[in-house]
Every structure is written in structure tokens, then in C-alpha cells.
């Protein structure tokens, strides 16, 4: 099994930057990848970027230039720095890890979720 708790988000004003930070614990050693999701209201949950243990991050198309992940995986931590944030950037945000189970098993953690919302 494997927690993870999210911390910052908030409200910032179009243009601002918030942090978000993820930290897992117990079973961190088998996580192969960890990122951010969104889920505005009305709308599905959808990637906003992930980083596999292996190297390499993975961005969505509209948060590549201003949003970037950081993180170690064998930590268990990951981070996401978010710069000319928009309105369209408000949802709640999870933090995902990608795991194993003792049997080999695919499974998904995810965070309790944090709200970040931007005003115009």
C-alpha cells in the first residue's frame, strides 16, 4: 500500500505561480511512476503530467511550457511548478502513483486532492 499526501494549491490571480507537492509513504519502493491530474467541475480527470522512474517527463499539450514536474520516485516525492497560471488551469489536482502489488499486479494510488483555482 502506498499514502499520499498533497500539500499547496490555493487561489492566485491569472499570470501567478502556485507549487504543489506530493509525498508517499509505505510501499514506495514499488512505484514506477508518479504525476499530477486535474478534474475541473463537470469534467473528467485528465493528466496534467507524470514522471516515470525511469527518466523522462510527460506534459498535457496545454500546460507544456509553463508547468514543470519534478520529483524522485525512489523518494517517493514529486512536485509540480505552475507559472502563468490560467483560469482555465482552476480544478482539483491529484497526485498519482503507479504501482505493483505483491503479485506483480498494475495498481493506482491517488491523493486526497487539493484545489487550486485562478481568477481573471
Known amino acids: 500500500q502506498v499514502q499520499l499526501v498533497e500539500s499547496g494549491g490555493g487561489l492566485v490571480q491569472a499570470g501567478g505561480s502556485l507549487r504543489l507537492s506530493c509525498a508517499a509513504s509505505g510501499s514506495i519502493f514499488s512505484i514506477n511512476a508518479m504525476g499530477w491530474y486535474r478534474q475541473a467541475p463537470g469534467k473528467q480527470r485528465d493528466l496534467v503530467a507524470r514522471?516515470?522512474?525511469?527518466?523522462?517527463?510527460n506534459y498535457a499539450d496545454s500546460v507544456k511550457g509553463r508547468f514543470t514536474i519534478s520529483g524522485d520516485n525512489a523518494k517517493g516525492m514529486v512536485s509540480l511548478q505552475m507559472n502563468s497560471l490560467k483560469p482555465e488551469d482552476t480544478a482539483v489536482y491529484y497526485c498519482?502513483?503507479?504501482?505493483?502489488?505483491?503479485?506483480?499486479?498494475?495498481?493506482?494510488?491517488w491523493g486526497q486532492g487539493t484545489q487550486v483555482t485562478v481568477s481573471s
Open positions: 514522471i516515470p522512474r525511469g527518466g523522462g517527463t
Open positions: 498519482k502513483a503507479e504501482g505493483r502489488t505483491a503479485a506483480g499486479k498494475a495498481i493506482d494510488y
